[in-house]
């Protein structure tokens, strides 16, 4: 079936280093969520992206969805001790696609930042 | 409050013996998904249902059973066939079903089942 492939799974930064991890899928994705997890904690919805080129901002957080709607990424700038954790993303597959209906989850990239 | 509420928090199992893991939504939500996480792996999809009496296999569903009598409530069993069951385990629900736009996904704390 249809995967989402993320990267990095770890990335360690220094506080105030920008950081981004990227999702790629093989098939065309319907539409892409962005969820944290807090160590110790269950994932949290940040995001969704629907149109193809998508981007939205939260303060210091950029999201993007790709022309193709095949990837997508997110970029923290300037990150802080708050924002450790684990960032996933979530592909929706079209109705025409045999996984149609299923979240499919990347890996999750595990962020840690150094103060 | 609404929300969805997973229980027990830790479980532990010996081996050889089923169990079930507990998932119930007041959010009126239509479709529910039951992950499994071991570390650095991700979420992986063990089951899903978009609608009560109806749900489908994930990426991982030997080993596992489900049920979805009524629409709050989607329970999972881990059977004595799963060879590694030991794991954290998590249920999520969904308002829109796929027919439908999709909304956030809204996860419960997670049971960590740990078989001996």
């Known amino acids: 079936g249809q995967q989402v492939m993320q990267i990095p799974q770890y990335q360690h930064v220094q506080e105030g280093e920008d950081f981004t991890t990227y999702c790629n899928s093989s098939?065309?994705?319907?539409?892409i969520q962005w969820y944290k997890q807090r160590p110790g904690g269950h994932p949290v919805f940040l995001i969704q992206l629907v149109k193809s080129g998508e981007v939205k901002k939260q303060k210091r957080l950029t999201f993007q969805f790709g022309e193709a709607k095949k990837n997508s990424s997110l970029h923290i700038t300037a990150t802080q001790t708050t924002d450790v954790g684990t960032y996933f993303c979530?592909?929706?597959?079209?109705?025409?696609?045999?996984?149609?209906?299923?979240?499919?989850f990347g890996q999750g990239t595990i962020l840690t930042v150094h103060p | 409050d609404g929300g969805i509420t997973q229980s027990p928090k830790y479980l532990f199992r010996k081996e050889g013996q089923n169990v079930t893991l507990s998932c119930e939504q007041n959010?009126?939500?239509?479709?529910m998904y039951w992950y499994r996480q071991d570390p650095g792996q991700g979420l992986r999809l063990i089951y899903y249902s978009q609608i009560v009496n109806d749900f489908q296999k994930g990426d991982i569903a030997e080993g596992y059973s489900v049920s979805r009598e009524k629409k709050e409530s989607f329970p999972l069993t881990v059977t004595s066939a799963q060879k590694n069951p030991t794991a954290f385990y998590l249920c999520a629900s969904m308002l829109g079903q796929a027919f439908r736009a999709s909304t956030e996904a809204f996860f419960g704390q997670g049971t960590r089942l740990t078989v001996v």
């Open positions: 098939t065309t994705l319907s539409n």
């Open positions: 979530a592909g929706r597959y079209a109705q025409k696609s045999t996984s149609y209906g299923k979240l499919t």
């Open positions: 959010l009126n939500h239509d479709a």
